[in-house]
């Protein structure tokens, strides 16, 4: 029982505090990118927020990295350099850091972003049958499809021989 409640503190915990990381990974990015936006990147401020990002980055990938380690000793494999430079580089890939619209303009903001890439997905899945209804598909698809006659029909009935296969190939 004791274990089960202790589970359950930790577990709490762990996403208490991984919610909070996030929240000042995004706070952070926000600033940078509020500061990024004025010009003022040569600003003492700018630089300790860049430091203060990377450096909550680096802790979230030192936990990656052990999370990484207790997996491969798990499966009795050694860790090499490779695979923790692996994981590194993916958890760079990991984050937009703009989106080009079909407009051309540029976003940098993670919000817009988000709303931006569900924009595009809701108009590209929504329903338009209702555009459909008064459509006459002959009229559009106007391509004059040969038809057989029904002499042509009777004797494509039965069995395909060889010699008849082979005329057509």
């Known amino acids: 029982m004791l274990l089960v409640e202790t589970r359950h503190v930790i577990s709490r915990y762990a996403s208490r505090l991984k919610k909070d990381r996030s929240a000042q990974m995004r706070e952070l990015e926000k600033a940078l990118q509020l500061l990024h936006d004025n010009n003022e990147e040569d600003t003492k401020e700018f630089i300790t927020k860049k430091e203060q990002l990377e450096t909550v980055r680096s802790k979230l990938m030192e936990g990656v990295l052990i999370r990484s380690r207790a997996r491969w000793v798990a499966d009795r494999e050694?860790?090499?350099?490779?695979?923790?430079?692996?994981?590194?580089?993916?958890?760079?890939?990991k984050t937009m850091t703009s989106l080009i619209k079909e407009d051309g303009t540029e976003i940098i903001d993670y919000?817009?972003?988000?709303?931006?890439?569900?924009?595009?997905?809701?108009?590209?899945?929504?329903?338009?049958?209702?555009?459909?209804?008064?459509?006459?598909?002959?009229t559009h698809l106007s391509i004059d499809t040969p038809r057989l006659s029904d002499e042509e029909a009777q004797t494509l009935?039965?069995?395909i021989t060889l010699e008849v296969a082979s005329k057509v190939l």
């Open 157 to 159: 009935k039965g069995k």
């Open 111 to 138: 919000d817009e972003m988000i709303s931006e890439v569900r924009g595009v997905y809701n108009r590209s899945y929504e329903n338009r049958d209702d555009e459909l209804k008064d459509i006459d598909l002959d």
């Open 78 to 93: 050694k860790m090499s350099k490779y695979f923790l430079n692996l994981e590194k580089k993916h958890f760079a890939f």
